[in-house]
């Protein structure tokens, strides 16, 4: 593994590109199903033996600076079960439908024109958010079908949707990355983790070291690393769009209001007072 040297600023785990990288693509099983195992932990009586990545589109320069693009993890577990990953930076709004919506896509172009609804395969959605969504105390929420006065009567299995909360996560006070598994992988993947958390969490799982070498391979490839820094800027670009919406949004809404109170014979001074607008500039509306 490369030594970083101390001017080296850690890559983000979470970049979606980045994280495809490490555990998203042939070659990257053993970091996959650590991962997974450690997320569905509580909710499955048995962990998964092994996993087939399945490859993705390929990685073109208009994919990757695409704000819009979904850079996912997807595997098919020997057991049958379908596995997709989204890692989400920031919030696009309806992450509950959005999640549905591509849990739904994997589930039914499973099955061919004339075959049983029995070879419908159990389908897991993970997202890993870095914002607060859900209203649940926890950093890590799961969903099934359930009877809503039997809680424990499930419907099916075919339909599973985590959430983990990366902002949830980092207000923990004490992590216990020794007994946890899953907050060991979350330690390691928060770019903000002390060094010592890091390599602790490596010291401790031979896939989250592999992970490691991996993100360490894509800081020292030129191609990768631009891959990289495209994605980041694809996100910030996002960011600052919707900034400049709302500030937009924000103005125009002031002058609507202004001109709907001039327009009712309010004096100038109280309609700056309300909306914070010059006089001079109300007064040209």
Not at 39 to 57: C, D, F, G, Q
């Amino acid at each position: 593994m490369a030594e970083k040297t101390e001017k080296q600023e850690r890559l983000n785990p979470l970049n979606d590109y980045l994280f495809l990288k490490m555990l998203g693509e042939p070659g990257d099983e053993e970091q996959l199903l650590s991962f997974l195992n450690a997320v569905l932990a509580h909710t499955r009586k048995y962990p998964l033996i092994s996993v087939e990545i399945v490859e993705n589109r390929s990685l073109s320069a208009e994919i990757i600076g695409d704000k819009a693009s979904v850079l996912d993890v997807r595997a098919n577990a020997s057991d049958g079960t379908k596995v997709n990953i989204e890692v989400q930076l920031k919030n696009l709004g309806d992450m509950d439908k959005r999640s549905l919506f591509y849990w739904s896509q994997e589930y039914t172009k499973s099955l061919a024109g004339g075959d049983d609804y029995e070879k419908l395969p159990n389908v897991i959605a993970i997202n890993i958010v870095n914002f607060e969504y859900l209203e649940t105390e926890g950093y890590h929420a799961s969903f099934h079908l359930r009877e809503d006065t039997e809680r424990d009567y499930i419907l099916t299995e075919a339909l599973e949707i985590h959430f983990i909360d990366m902002v949830k996560f980092k207000r923990l006070g004490q992590k216990d990355i020794k007994n946890d598994s899953l907050q060991r992988w979350l330690a390691w993947l928060d770019k903000d983790s002390p060094d010592e958390v890091i390599k602790e969490a490596m010291s401790m799982d031979a896939a989250i070291q592999r992970a490691n070498e991996r993100m360490d391979f894509v800081s020292q490839d030129k191609e990768a690393l631009h891959a990289y820094h495209m994605r980041q800027m694809a996100l910030s670009d996002w960011t600052s769009g919707v900034n400049h919406a709302f500030k937009t949004g924000k103005a125009k809404g002031k002058e609507e209001i202004a001109r709907k109170m001039k327009a009712r014979g309010y004096p100038l001074r109280e309609i700056a007072e309300n909306t914070g607008l010059p006089e001079a500039e109300i007064e040209s509306l």
